[in-house]
């Protein structure tokens, strides 16, 4: 199985899906973390190819800090799972996901579709999982 996390290029979850331009694409075999590659994706055109551009390098699972409605149903139709709102560590969540122990936040959304100022993140219960980055709050 194959899944990719959102990666910030510093070991970190990416907390903004929509302008992820790194996925940390990780495989597993029995439970285990068996091989990881780093995919560039700032040349894909944004949001509505990303789920694409995924599925074209066999992901079925995406781990990510905070991500839209929009992005959801997108992954969705090419059959890749979404565990948003997760924060932290990239490899550790991957190998908690391979060992079947992440922590995540189903519920954990952003609502706007680029980043000005009065945007809102709305996570609702979990772990929340909203970093810092680029003066804003949220994913």
Do not use: W
Not at 14 to 27: A, D, L, N, S
Not at 31 to 53: Q, R, V
């Amino acid at each position: 199985m194959k899944i990719a996390v959102t990666y910030d290029g510093n070991g970190s979850v990416f907390q903004h899906f929509g302008r992820t331009e790194i996925f940390r694409i990780y495989t597993i075999e029995d439970g285990k973390i068996t091989a990881h590659e780093d995919a560039d994706s700032s040349k894909t055109g944004g949001h509505s190819a990303l789920a694409p551009f995924l599925k074209e390098r066999g992901v079925e699972a995406l781990i990510a800090g905070g991500i839209g409605g929009g992005a959801r149903a997108a992954l969705a139709s090419y059959g890749i799972e979404v565990y948003p709102g997760v924060s932290g560590s990239a490899d550790e969540a991957a190998k908690a996901f391979a060992e079947g122990r992440l922590s995540f936040d189903p519920s954990a959304t952003c609502h706007h579709h680029d980043h000005e100022e009065g945007h809102s993140c709305a996570h609702h219960g979990g772990n929340g999982g909203c970093g810092h980055h680029e003066g804003h709050s949220c994913c």
